[in-house]
Every structure is written in C-alpha cells, then in structure tokens.
C-alpha cells in the first residue's frame, strides 16, 4: 500500500455559482453614494453586503439584487474588521478599539448570530492594517481579505499573510471585496460562492465550507479531486478555450508547487502529499483572474 493521503476538497457540494461582494460602503459612512445608488451599481450581483464603518446600514431601499447582508467593517485607527450578518446588538455601548479581546468578542458574537468575521486588507500599511501576531492571536474569524479592490497592488494584496496562516495550519478563508467607497471602484473584486440557492442562510453555508473562490473576472467551472491528483477544470466556453492561460499551484509557505500554461480548459496537479495545501490561481490572457480557496492535504 502507498502513503495514505487525505485531501480535504471544499468544491464538493453541488448548486450554482452565485457573485458577490460583502465588504461595500455608503454615505453612511464614508462612501461618496447613497444606498439605492450603490445596488445600481451592482446591478447584475447575486448578493451584496454593505459595510459602513462602524455602523449597520439597513437595506431599505428598493432593489434589484436578490440577497442582501448586513454587515459592519469595525474601523479601529489600527486594524480593520468586516462582520457579516453580525447582531444589531454588537452596536450597544460599542467601541472600536483594537484589542484582542474586543475584536474576539465581536467574532464570536456575529457566529453566534450566524454571520462570519474577515480580517480586512491586512497590507494596507499607510493606515489599517494587521499585525501576522494579531492575526494569530485572534480565532474563530472565517477568513482574509487577500484581495481588496480599492485598487492599490502594493498595499491590496495579502497572499504572504493568508499563506502564513494556511501555513501554521489555520483553516481560513480567502475573501475578494471591492470596498468601494467611489464610481470606478465597483465590480474589480467579488467572491463566486456555490450555493444550493440564493438565500443568505445557503451562501453563509457554503463560504463557511470554503466552497467559493475569489474573481476578477475568470473562474473555475469546479475543482475535484480524482484519488491524489486536483483537477481544476477552468471556465469554459468557445471564446474563453481559445484564450491562453496561466494557472499556478500553491503550497505552504507559498511555494510554487506547478504552473500549467497553455490555450487549456484544465489543469492538474498530482499530490505528493508533504504540499499542507494546494491553492491555485489562474490568469486569463488579459489578466482576469481567480484564485482558490486551499485543499489541505493531510
Ligand atoms: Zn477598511
Ligand atoms: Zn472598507
């Protein structure tokens, strides 16, 4: 008998893949546009989350986007957090003060209510941004904003910290979000989640299982795992397997484990087994990407 591998595949549970972003602002806060200006913008969005610093923006206004979160970013002058469907009761006698335990407690408290905590654009060193300790520091937390679309490459970006923590074996999440606050910066950045329908308590299910990926504007028709070996199977059409591709696996520490180019619609990638997880992200020419969430190999 060979070496016994797991590999543990969030792609698993079937439904359709629904788009959305949940880390968006209004002039409730910061953001340059009312809230019925924002769902317009978003036109053609499965779902969306609506974000205002500090505050639970209720979705009042008359929309077309089918599914809506409440969602909150808590915006320390340190470190910032997005709570998705948290508890309208976090607001009482509320502060934003980073400490570990104030930011646990608001974690725990928006699980508890069936939502999920993302720790937000994690680089942004000229203002908010987390320390690797911190992120260590806190638990239950669903995942990290590794890509943000304000639109920066330097400070928007947060693979190095997501692989730090994937590699120190926690099991946390990729999110892509635009946190748009102007016109321009909406539709660059937004999760495709496979839901069993597009109810929030169906995508909640499905991120909390992983089974969702980041885009800006490529995808993955599905990833399965066939007895050691990942097949990615690329989204796939007439126009698009005529396109060339740059597709990357990733392991611990994020080493480059392959990369597969080509005009292809699949690529694969056979476990040695010693990988902690595989990651994948794929270019399209053009520079439309999607990036995986991990499969731990155990
Ligand atoms: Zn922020
Ligand atoms: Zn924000």
Not at 14 to 19: D, Q
Not at 177 to 202: C, F, I, L, P
Not at 219 to 225: E, N, P, S, T
Request: proline fraction near 3%.
């Amino acid at each position: 008998m060979g070496r016994q591998m797991k590999i543990v595949n969030p792609y698993v549970e079937t439904g359709t893949w629904l788009r959305g972003s949940f880390h968006n602002h209004t002039t409730n806060s910061d953001g340059w546009f009312p809230l019925e200006t924002v769902y317009k913008m978003y036109g053609g969005y499965d779902f969306l989350g609506i974000s205002d610093h500090d505050k639970i923006t209720e979705h009042v206004s008359e929309r077309e986007i089918p599914t809506v979160f409440e969602a909150t970013e808590v915006s320390s002058p340190q470190t910032h957090m997005l709570l998705v469907k948290p508890p309208r009761s976090i607001l009482e006698n509320y502060s934003n003060e980073f400490t570990i335990e104030n930011y646990q407690r608001f974690v725990d408290l928006t699980v508890e209510n069936g939502g999920f905590a993302v720790l937000v654009h994690p680089n942004r060193y000229f203002s908010n941004f987390w320390n690797l300790e911190d992120m260590f520091k806190l638990e239950n937390f669903l995942g990290v904003e590794v890509y943000n679309g304000d639109g920066n490459p330097e400070y928007d970006i947060a693979f190095d910290k997501w692989d730090a923590l994937l590699s120190s074996g926690r099991k946390v999440w990729g999110f892509g979000n635009d946190d748009s606050h102007v016109y321009g910066q909406e539709k660059r950045a937004w999760n495709m989640v496979m839901a069993k329908e597009n109810t929030n308590e169906a995508i909640v299910d499905a991120i909390t299982k992983g089974n969702f990926y980041i885009s800006t504007g490529y995808g993955f028709d599905g990833i399965q795992v066939d007895g050691n070996t990942i097949v990615v199977n690329l989204r796939s059409n007439e126009l698009l397997d005529k396109m060339y591709k740059y597709v990357t696996f990733f392991g611990k520490d994020g080493q480059v484990l392959q990369e597969t180019t080509g005009r292809i619609k699949q690529a694969t990638y056979a476990c040695k087994g010693d990988e902690g997880y595989v990651r994948i992200a794929v270019y399209l020419e053009g520079g439309y990407s999607a990036f995986s969430q991990p499969l731990f190999v155990e």
